[in-house]
């Protein structure tokens, strides 16, 4: 069984309507030509127009008190970083709603083909509605230093973000073409070279062996986000040759890094940064205040006592290649797959230079950084037992990079807390040094899926049934003075070199976290998934098929090197889709998260979302 990787990384919890629709979803209308000598094609398009809405009001525990003050919200208990987003929307405030176009022309003469697929989008919310507190782009809606106040509330701004982090604009998704012809012993050779999707390994919803493509996160948070946008197709060649009943050897070389946009920073809902996660900070170049549990980010940053971003550095384009192998045991009908892969991390590390930086009395800034050479190694199995798609498999990630704390580097940087002698050894306090905040580890992780489909159930014409469950471990060194990921807006947990819990003045705490030493990376965690969905065609002979669906996401125990799994975040997904004669559809759905979740920094981010799209 070959199943599509739906992956909860970096983007935790968004992607249920995803995966309904990657189950329920039959062939679309598309329009059909000729042309040349033989040549056929077809043109399908889809327009859109989605929102997404806030269903809960911000946790106080994950605001600060100069912060929120600023907004109204003097009650929290949060650290004054990390918290933009939070305080920008309301229960009730729209923080998505865009307008969105999807084309793709494909064309075939014989074996040969190819397909351009393309975006365009325009985020009306982003781009013209006020939000309370703003962001660096924007000048934190005219803050004045004198009043200590916000004047005037505006849009954000997007000022100096990469392309596909940007509140609007058009975008290149597929273009390759392809090829079959007769190769060893005869045997078929398809090719593929351009943009395109490469997917690998057994993993449905948590991400194991797959990880070839990056993932485009503002796509994916989008409502009414389809796969084939969510998934980023590079720049690559890849071929498969036919080994007849030995099986089939599968190959790809990539001739262009990309990384995974994450819009999770300089204001947005999604917030779990103050500044862009990206090798360029653009606008958003603040990464932390250096101010007192009372004083605001805006002011900090005119009297400059903030840590800036610098530019940081990408990965090479050269050195990222895989092989894998496949072959079905008839005596087990099963089939089974081999892989190996040298890639370079989508997703960056955060570290530190020390010098001195023109603005603010820091001497130590941040950056970000793409780790290079990571090797990922696995195998997986697929079959059928009692009526039932069963899948699973092994992967062995080696030489990720684990992050240190950034808490803890912050501070040791400044000759405190776990971290100021290995901080100190790499240059803190002098005019050239860097604490590099990543450390190389191997992550093990084994998981087991199983699907079923059939009909009858609840007068339904078709139900679906799918789950997962995962277990990851690591070989990080725990205990000392190494802490790893805990998210930022918790501040620093309690230890010896800090004389003990950081709830004293001094440390800008999270009154949640400063007592806790919980919340870090840990040697081993696990959790599941759930989804269930239903689908009534043609209900009451009005032509409409409705699907209703639930998902359900529970991260049992542990804190996943990758963000993973973070103990007791959990989801709750109810949603349904009405589509007409497969042109017309309206999704709906609600999402809701554990509150309970200590170490969830977007615990509070319940949301609704609807939207409406037409195909031709």
Same mark, same amino acid.
């Given at each position: 069984m070959r199943t599509i990787k739906i992956t909860p990384t970096i983007a935790p919890n968004v992607f249920t309507a995803?995966?309904?629709?990657?189950?329920?979803?039959?062939?679309?209308?598309a329009t059909e030509f000729e042309f040349g000598d033989g040549w056929t094609g077809t043109w399908l398009s889809t327009i859109s127009v989605g929102t997404s809405v806030r269903a809960r009001n911000a946790d106080s525990e994950l605001y600060g008190k100069g912060n929120g003050a600023l907004v109204g919200l003097p009650n929290g208990t949060g650290n004054n970083t990390i918290d933009e987003g939070n305080l920008n929307y309301r229960r009730g405030d729209a923080f998505s709603t865009p307008?969105?176009?999807l084309s793709e022309v494909s064309f075939r003469k014989d074996s040969f083909g190819g397909l351009i697929r393309a975006k365009a989008w325009?985020?009306?919310?982003?781009?013209?509605?006020?939000?309370?507190?703003?962001?660096?782009?924007?000048?934190?809606?005219?803050?004045?230093?004198?009043?200590?106040?916000?004047t005037k509330r505006k849009p954000l701004s997007d000022k100096g973000f990469d392309p596909l982090l940007k509140y609007s604009g058009v975008a290149l998704l597929d273009a390759y073409i392809y090829d079959t012809?007769?190769?060893?012993?005869?045997?078929? =050779?398809? =090719?593929?070279?351009?943009?395109?999707?490469?997917?690998?390994?057994?993993? =449905?919803?948590?991400?194991? =062996?797959?990880?070839?493509?990056?993932?485009d996160v503002p796509a994916a948070r989008r409502p009414g986000a389809e796969l084939k946008e969510v998934f980023m197709p590079v720049w690559m060649l890849s071929g498969s040759q036919s080994l007849g009943d030995l099986g089939a050897l599968e190959a790809f070389y990539q001739l262009k890094w990309e990384p995974t946009p994450i819009e999770a920073g300089c204001g947005n809902y999604w917030s779990v940064a103050q500044g862009n996660i990206s090798k360029r900070p653009g606008a958003c170049f603040n990464a932390s205040a250096l101010s007192s549990l009372t004083d605001s980010t805006p002011k900090a940053l005119a009297d400059g006592t903030y840590i800036p971003t610098l530019d940081g550095k990408n990965a090479k384009n050269s050195?990222?290649?895989?092989?894998?192998?496949?072959?079905?045991?008839?005596?087990l009908d099963t089939e089974f797959g081999l892989y190996a892969m040298n890639i370079h991390a989508r997703t960056p590390v955060f570290s530190l230079k020390y010098g001195s930086f023109p603005g603010t009395v820091s001497s130590a800034a941040a950056f970000w950084e793409y780790p290079e050479n990571v090797k990922v190694y696995g195998v997986s199995a697929a079959t059928n037992l009692f009526g039932w798609s069963v899948s699973g498999e092994y992967s062995l990630t080696r030489d990720v990079r684990a992050q240190l704390d950034g808490n803890d580097m912050f501070f040791g940087s400044f000759g405190l807390g776990p971290l100021a002698t290995r901080a100190s050894a790499n240059g803190a306090g002098t005019s050239n040094g860097t604490l590099h905040g990543g450390v190389k580890a191997n992550k093990n992780q084994l998981q087991i899926n199983a699907l079923q489909a059939g009909n009858g159930f609840m007068g339904a014409d078709q139900w679906l049934v799918v789950g997962e469950v995962g277990v990851q471990w690591n070989d990080l060194p725990m205990g000392g003075d190494l802490r790893f990921n805990r998210p930022f807006i918790f501040?620093?947990?309690p230890h010896a070199e800090y004389g003990g819990n950081t709830c004293a003045a001094g440390f800008s705490h999270?009154?949640?976290g400063c007592s806790k030493d919980k919340g870090y990376v840990t040697k081993s965690a696990w959790g599941y998934r759930l989804l269930g969905q239903l689908t009534f065609n043609n209900v009451y002979g009005t032509g409409v098929a409705t699907s209703p669906r639930v998902f359900w996401s529970h991260d049992v125990k542990g804190y996943a090197i990758d963000s993973q799994f973070v103990e007791d975040r959990q989801t709750l997904g109810l949603g349904v889709k009405f589509d007409y004669q497969k042109k017309y559809t309206l999704d709906l759905s609600?999402?809701?998260?554990?509150?309970?979740?200590?170490f969830d920094s977007l615990r509070d981010r319940d949301y609704m979302s609807a939207t409406l799209s037409a195909n031709f």
């Amino acid at each position: 069984m070959r199943t599509i990787k739906i992956t909860p990384t970096i983007a935790p919890n968004v992607f249920t309507a995803l995966m309904a629709a990657c189950f329920s979803s039959g062939a679309l209308a598309a329009t059909e030509f000729e042309f040349g000598d033989g040549w056929t094609g077809t043109w399908l398009s889809t327009i859109s127009v989605g929102t997404s809405v806030r269903a809960r009001n911000a946790d106080s525990e994950l605001y600060g008190k100069g912060n929120g003050a600023l907004v109204g919200l003097p009650n929290g208990t949060g650290n004054n970083t990390i918290d933009e987003g939070n305080l920008n929307y309301r229960r009730g405030d729209a923080f998505s709603t865009p307008f969105k176009l999807l084309s793709e022309v494909s064309f075939r003469k014989d074996s040969f083909g190819g397909l351009i697929r393309a975006k365009a989008w325009y985020d009306e919310t982003l781009k013209n509605d006020s939000v309370y507190f703003g962001n660096q782009a924007n000048g934190y809606n005219g803050y004045n230093r004198t009043s200590d106040s916000l004047t005037k509330r505006k849009p954000l701004s997007d000022k100096g973000f990469d392309p596909l982090l940007k509140y609007s604009g058009v975008a290149l998704l597929d273009a390759y073409i392809y090829d079959t012809f007769n190769g060893l012993g005869d045997k078929p =050779v398809q =090719v593929r070279a351009g943009r395109h999707v490469l997917n690998w390994g057994e993993s =449905v919803f948590i991400q194991g =062996v797959n990880q070839i493509n990056p993932i485009d996160v503002p796509a994916a948070r989008r409502p009414g986000a389809e796969l084939k946008e969510v998934f980023m197709p590079v720049w690559m060649l890849s071929g498969s040759q036919s080994l007849g009943d030995l099986g089939a050897l599968e190959a790809f070389y990539q001739l262009k890094w990309e990384p995974t946009p994450i819009e999770a920073g300089c204001g947005n809902y999604w917030s779990v940064a103050q500044g862009n996660i990206s090798k360029r900070p653009g606008a958003c170049f603040n990464a932390s205040a250096l101010s007192s549990l009372t004083d605001s980010t805006p002011k900090a940053l005119a009297d400059g006592t903030y840590i800036p971003t610098l530019d940081g550095k990408n990965a090479k384009n050269s050195g990222q290649f895989g092989l894998a192998y496949r072959f079905n045991s008839d005596a087990l009908d099963t089939e089974f797959g081999l892989y190996a892969m040298n890639i370079h991390a989508r997703t960056p590390v955060f570290s530190l230079k020390y010098g001195s930086f023109p603005g603010t009395v820091s001497s130590a800034a941040a950056f970000w950084e793409y780790p290079e050479n990571v090797k990922v190694y696995g195998v997986s199995a697929a079959t059928n037992l009692f009526g039932w798609s069963v899948s699973g498999e092994y992967s062995l990630t080696r030489d990720v990079r684990a992050q240190l704390d950034g808490n803890d580097m912050f501070f040791g940087s400044f000759g405190l807390g776990p971290l100021a002698t290995r901080a100190s050894a790499n240059g803190a306090g002098t005019s050239n040094g860097t604490l590099h905040g990543g450390v190389k580890a191997n992550k093990n992780q084994l998981q087991i899926n199983a699907l079923q489909a059939g009909n009858g159930f609840m007068g339904a014409d078709q139900w679906l049934v799918v789950g997962e469950v995962g277990v990851q471990w690591n070989d990080l060194p725990m205990g000392g003075d190494l802490r790893f990921n805990r998210p930022f807006i918790f501040g620093p947990g309690p230890h010896a070199e800090y004389g003990g819990n950081t709830c004293a003045a001094g440390f800008s705490h999270n009154e949640a976290g400063c007592s806790k030493d919980k919340g870090y990376v840990t040697k081993s965690a696990w959790g599941y998934r759930l989804l269930g969905q239903l689908t009534f065609n043609n209900v009451y002979g009005t032509g409409v098929a409705t699907s209703p669906r639930v998902f359900w996401s529970h991260d049992v125990k542990g804190y996943a090197i990758d963000s993973q799994f973070v103990e007791d975040r959990q989801t709750l997904g109810l949603g349904v889709k009405f589509d007409y004669q497969k042109k017309y559809t309206l999704d709906l759905s609600y999402n809701a998260f554990n509150r309970n979740a200590s170490f969830d920094s977007l615990r509070d981010r319940d949301y609704m979302s609807a939207t409406l799209s037409a195909n031709f």
